[in-house]
């Protein structure tokens, strides 16, 4: 039960630090997007702007998603090679 507790906060705290930092970037973003597309602060800019985040946000959780599939997938086979060397010094 305690070790739940703890993933529990552990994954909250992550979230947390995670929304802090989107908000903080989310600033600068429209900073600069005003600054390069002026299409003002109506309806126009601001589905601009969230077509383009969107779009963005979709790319990199994409890459990131693979890129972790392709470190798990590593690392399940370091485990095996481990697994492999561990039976081989236990054959001697």
Do not use: C, P
């Amino acid at each position: 039960m305690r070790q739940e507790i703890y993933e529990k906060l552990s994954t909250m705290s992550i979230s947390a630090f995670g929304l802090a930092v989107a908000l903080a970037w989310n600033n600068v973003i429209q900073k600069v997007f005003a600054k390069y597309y002026h299409q003002g602060n109506g309806l126009t800019g601001m589905i601009s702007y969230s077509v383009s985040i969107t779009i963005i946000g979709v790319l990199v959780t994409a890459y990131i998603a693979k890129t972790a599939k392709k470190a798990k997938k590593q690392g399940k086979k370091e485990v095996r090679s481990h697994k492999d060397l561990l039976k081989m010094v236990n054959q001697l």
